[in-house]
Structure formats: C-alpha cells, structure tokens
C-alpha cells in the first residue's frame, strides 16, 4: 500500500516534538512491513526539498505554516503524489484536503488547538483558531473519518468541533521502549520537561517548583518561540545554576537526560497524549503533570506518575517523590512496566489498519478496543 502524509513538520524539524516523534514510530514500521511512504512537510533551514531512502519520500516545501496554502495550490493544479490512502495530521491548521484530494483520506488530530491559539497570540488569536481549525472542521470535513491519539482528544474534538464520535478512532502512541531504558540516577534530584518551549506548556510553574525544592535542579530540552522569555525569568528568580537549557538535543542525550532524572514534569495546559510521559517512564522516571487532556492516559496516577490540580499540589507531589524513594522506586518500576506494553509496532499496526479500512472503502469505526492503542496484534505482518 501507498501512504501520503501531509504534515507541517516532519521528524528532523527542529520543533518535531511530539509529532515528530509519533511519525517516526509510526514509519519506520510501515516500511519494514513494505509499504510505501510519501511525506509532504514543511521545510526548515538544514533540510533538502526532497529526499529519497528506499520506499520513503519526503518533500518540503515553503515551511511549516506556507506548506499548507503551497500544499493546497498543488492539489487544485493535480501535482500531489497519488497514493492508496492518505493521513493528515492536523495541528491546529486543517489542510483544506476535502476541496482538492481525490482518494481515501484520514485525518489525524493530536489535539484541539482552540484555547493555545488565544494563549499564544491573545485576543486574536480566537479568531484565527476559528477561521483555522474550528470552522473547517465543523464545516468541510463534516464526512471526514477521524482518527485521535486518546479518549480526552476524541471527547474534545467531538465537542468542540462537532464531529460525531462514532468518526473518531483512538490509537495510543508508542513508545521505543527497547532503547529509552532505566541508567544510573544523578546523586542529587534532577527534574526534566522535554519538548517544545511554548507558552501553553506553562513551564513558569516548573521554576516554581525548582524555587521551592531545596537542592533540586531542572533540565529543560528542547527548543521554542518562548525560550528567550524563559531564560530572563531564569535570572530574575536567581536559579541560573540550578535549572539548565540544553535546547534541541540528540537522541542519545535525551535518553541519558531522561534516565538520569528522578522525575520528569510538565505543566502544560493542552497535551493530546505526551510523548515525552512514556519516554520518562520506559527510562524508568515517573512524571508529574496536572491531569488535562490526554495525560489522564498517558500517566496513570499514582502508579506511573501522579496529577497535580494547582501549582501547590504539583510542589507537594514532585516534593513527595523526591524524598520518598520508596514511593519514586515503586512508581519507577511501574512506569517501565508499562512503556513495555505501549511500543511502536502495536501503535503502527492499529494505524495501519484504520489507513486499510478507509483505503478499501469502509468507512466504519474500527470495534471499541480492537485498535484503542491496547490491544497486541499476534501477525508478524499486515498485508499490502
């Protein structure tokens, strides 16, 4: 089978983050079992406009926010790869896809933009999440089939947007648990939030965190618009030696900065799923992040990691694991015990039969649980 994915950013784009991420799982499998991949993305400053490596293809064009006007004029004109099916990812911009792509489609939404469009941009910014996402989808893509990384996201687009729940399917992303495993634990406690540097991650809150732990230290990686406003914060609070900004690392720092923390954090306001949750956790690192969204599932309370509702109780919960080794060990093992059940070829295998079922014509939702993202598909291979 041939897959077109259209996406603002692909894996190698310096702010990837969680999409890059699922991508990347989601691939790798799909041409191991044969298939083909075209990618359509957004363009960055190290990247070539096309790349070729066996049955993958990757095109860029303009960047991550032309790509999409650049993606819409090449369709009406006809000059899109044809292919059996295709995914877009929609992340907070809708490509529009119903007015010019002709074939089986699916459209992918990590998470609902609306409220991050107004803490981004202010008053403003309503109306360009309206004109955006909200109003297409409402709109356009009325007969659209859906697929979601959670039940919180299903529920959210389902409400904000209209879209009838029985055209949403969840699969829950994976997580590369054979290589993101346990290491050595610093001799200190040492926080870590991983991902992009936005405004609605919140992480003000986690600088407060570190202000009220004596001793405790907080990696900061990866990259963003809001880092600049971040690091003068830093300073004014006085925690220069205490919180570090490694910016946009490679893999193998991220697993060694992940395995070494005692516990990862997020305090974001809007997350679909969370990548950066089941990496911590297959590094055997619990996280604490306030339960909105998709982390209800990708951190189990109290067994993975633990929900904190206000800014005090995320203080008093990252402050109980810190001195409790006991309640962090335990919860350690069981956030690694996990991460073991959610890997990529469970993750891919489920996509991957929603992509089929739309590329042969069926249009109905898969049954509940078969492609939930907890189910273990036995076959070694699915079919072309």
């Avoid at 991949?37 to 993958?56: C, D, F, K, M, W």
Wanted: net charge neutral.
């Amino acid at each position: 089978m041939h897959i077109l994915i259209l996406t603002d950013r692909d894996w190698g784009h310096p702010e990837a983050g969680g999409t890059g991420v699922h991508l990347t799982g989601q691939v790798d499998h799909w041409l191991e079992w044969g298939h083909s991949v075209t990618v359509i993305a957004g363009g960055y400053s190290t990247a070539p406009h096309r790349e070729q490596r066996g049955n993958l293809t990757v095109y860029r064009f303009g960047s991550r926010v032309s790509v999409f006007p650049i993606t819409l004029l090449r369709g009406l004109v006809d000059r899109i790869p044809k292919a059996d099916v295709t995914l877009e990812i929609i992340n907070g911009i809708c490509w529009m896809t119903p007015l010019w792509l002709k074939g089986p489609r699916v459209s992918l939404i990590h998470h609902v933009h609306k409220d991050m469009y107004v803490e981004e941009m202010g008053r403003s910014g309503r109306l360009a999440g309206y004109l955006l996402e909200t109003a297409p989808l409402r709109t356009i893509y009325r007969n659209s089939r859906f697929l979601v990384v959670s039940e919180a996201t299903r529920n959210e687009v389902a409400t904000t947007h209209r879209v009838p729940s029985s055209a949403i399917d969840v699969v829950y992303p994976g997580v590369d648990h054979h290589y993101f495993g346990p290491g050595a634990k610093s001799s200190d406690p040492t926080l870590v939030f991983l991902g992009r540097l936005k405004a609605y991650k919140r992480i003000e809150r986690l600088l407060d965190v570190v202000d009220a732990l004596d001793g405790a230290t907080l990696d900061i990686v990866g990259d963003g618009d809001h880092a600049e406003n971040l690091k003068g914060l830093v300073r004014s609070k006085g925690l220069g030696t205490r919180v570090h900004f490694h910016g946009h690392v490679d893999d193998e720092t991220k697993r060694r900065l992940l395995a070494r923390s005692w516990v990862a954090v997020t305090a974001s306001s809007a997350e679909g799923w969370s990548s950066a949750t089941l990496e911590a956790a297959a590094a055997g690192t619990p996280t604490v992040a306030h339960p909105v969204g998709g982390l209800n599932e990708s951190i189990v309370h109290k067994q993975t990691g633990l929900h904190a509702e206000s800014v005090a109780d995320f203080i008093s919960a990252v402050r109980s694991l810190v001195e409790n080794k006991d309640l962090r060990t335990r919860l350690s093992v069981q956030a690694r015990a996990r991460a073991e059940t959610l890997g990529w070829d469970r993750s891919a295998r489920g996509t991957l039969e929603i992509l089929q079922r739309a590329a042969h014509g069926n249009s109905a939702a898969a049954t509940p649980g078969d492609v939930a993202g907890n189910k273990v598909a036995s076959a070694s291979r699915v079919e072309d």
